[in-house]
């Protein structure tokens, strides 16, 4: 296949909807990678699971996302075959940024460096606030932090490897799995990268945080009802950011959003 038709094009930000493995042998050069992968760790499954008493996964659910249900051996499978490809586009030198949950955490490391790539650290995001739990409640999430040989300098030697800020709160994210725009955009700013690139771009949260900074991105999302998310949000003006006032399950039932209640109650259980 050749480069399809961007979906959105505005301003040095272009966002494609396919198969990023479809679509990357056809992309030009990048020099940073920020990417939020399914996980596929059945975080919100598990709480499923729990309730109805069931191990078995399901694809049959519209609200969530794509591959998000595919076993730890398919992501694993995924994974790399996405990461391979990515190298033929990589600047050397060019970091790579990859969320994952403690789950999945030993996976993308063997895939990283199966692929090729220097596995460098391990970047923490804490959350600022946990769920509800029986044990050791979940606040934070991991970010392995790899490159394509030795890699380029920092741009801010400053940056310490936790890293905190509050997530998207359920009344207000546009995908199950978004990220802060302020967590992007302080991972992007301390690091080289005049291109960046996003196989699993979601609601384009990072090509958002990119416009913030005055850099250029290309992100690729396989539903198109996230790059229609995406598109909006990116046509929009840069408006000076606000921190949202995080709502209670109260003011929630209020606004009937029942299942954002629901939802929120099934993340605690991870």
Not at 150 to 165: E, I, Y
Not at 192 to 203: K, M, T, W, Y
Request: charged residues 20%; glycine residues 10%.
């Amino acid at each position: 296949m050749s480069l399809p038709t961007p979906y959105y094009e505005h301003g040095g930000i272009t966002v494609y909807c396919g198969d990023c493995r479809d679509i990357l042998p056809h992309l030009p050069k990048v020099d940073l990678v920020l990417t939020d992968p399914p996980y596929a760790s059945g975080a919100r499954r598990d709480a499923d699971r729990q309730v109805r008493g069931s191990m078995l996964r399901s694809m049959e659910d519209a609200d969530w996302f794509s591959h998000d249900s595919i076993t730890a051996w398919g992501f694993a499978w995924f994974l790399r075959s996405t990461l391979g490809g990515l190298r033929g586009i990589l600047s050397e030198g060019a970091h790579l940024y990859v969320f994952t949950d403690w789950r999945m955490t030993p996976t993308v490391y063997g895939m990283v460096e199966a692929s090729g790539y220097r596995v460098n650290h391990c970047l923490v995001w804490d959350k600022s606030h946990y769920g509800m739990g029986t044990y050791w409640r979940n606040q934070h999430e991991n970010i392995v932090f790899a490159s394509l040989g030795t890699p380029a300098a920092m741009l801010d030697r400053g940056m310490g490897s936790v890293l905190k800020f509050p997530g998207v709160s359920p009344g207000v994210r546009k995908h199950p799995t978004e990220k802060p725009v302020e967590l992007l955009a302080a991972i992007i700013g301390a690091v080289p990268g005049s291109v960046i690139f996003d196989p699993f771009a979601g609601s384009c949260t990072t090509g958002v945080a990119a416009k913030q900074l005055g850099r250029k991105a290309i992100l690729i999302e396989i539903e198109e009802r996230f790059c229609e998310i995406g598109a909006k949000r990116l046509s929009q003006e840069i408006l000076p950011f606000e921190p949202e006032t995080p709502r209670t399950a109260a003011q929630m039932a209020l606004l009937g959003w029942q299942d954002d209640i629901k939802e929120t109650i099934l993340e605690a259980k991870e």
